[in-house]
């Protein structure tokens, strides 16, 4: 019960920071203030994909090899579609390496601007 206890403590702003995201992003993308439908939605979604993948049984010495193969196959969709859009940016926008050098060596002080934030943050 107390590893349980400390498990929620520790993955519960996880979860909340993921639910944020989700409806931030997706506000953004529609420009639809409606941010408490959407978490719903996500909250319901995650829910049922946790229930189908191997969450349903619950026994103390059970393994949930669906759920952990759920989880996994999340990562890996995460780091193809963040390593794809990294790659689009790259040589969709700026047309290579090169081009980003240049837009950077034009651009000093919208470089200076993004930095700003980090330098006077902890």
């Known amino acids: 019960a107390l590893t ?3 498990m929620l403590i520790g993955v519960l702003p ?4 993921q639910i944020q995201a989700v409806t931030d992003s997706i506000s953004i993308l529609t420009r639809d203030p409606a941010q408490e ?3 719903f939605v996500f909250c319901t979604l995650i829910t049922l994909f946790a229930i189908l ?3 349903r049984h619950i026994a103390t010495r059970e393994r949930h090899e ?3 193969f759920a989880i996994a196959f999340e990562s890996l969709v ?3 579609m963040l390593g794809s859009i990294g790659l689009y940016a790259l040589y969709g926008v700026f047309g ?3 081009g980003l050098e240049v837009w950077l060596l034009q651009n000093q ?3 200076t601007t993004l930095h700003t934030p980090l330098a006077e943050g902890p």
């Open 37 to 39: 439908r959407v978490a």
């Open 53 to 55: 993948f191997g969450a």
């Open 96 to 98: 290579g390496p090169e």
């Open 109 to 111: 002080t919208a470089l």
């Open 14 to 17: 996880m979860l909340a920071l």
């Open 78 to 80: 995460k780091l193809v």
């Open 66 to 68: 669906g759920l952990v």
């Open 4 to 6: 349980t206890l400390f």
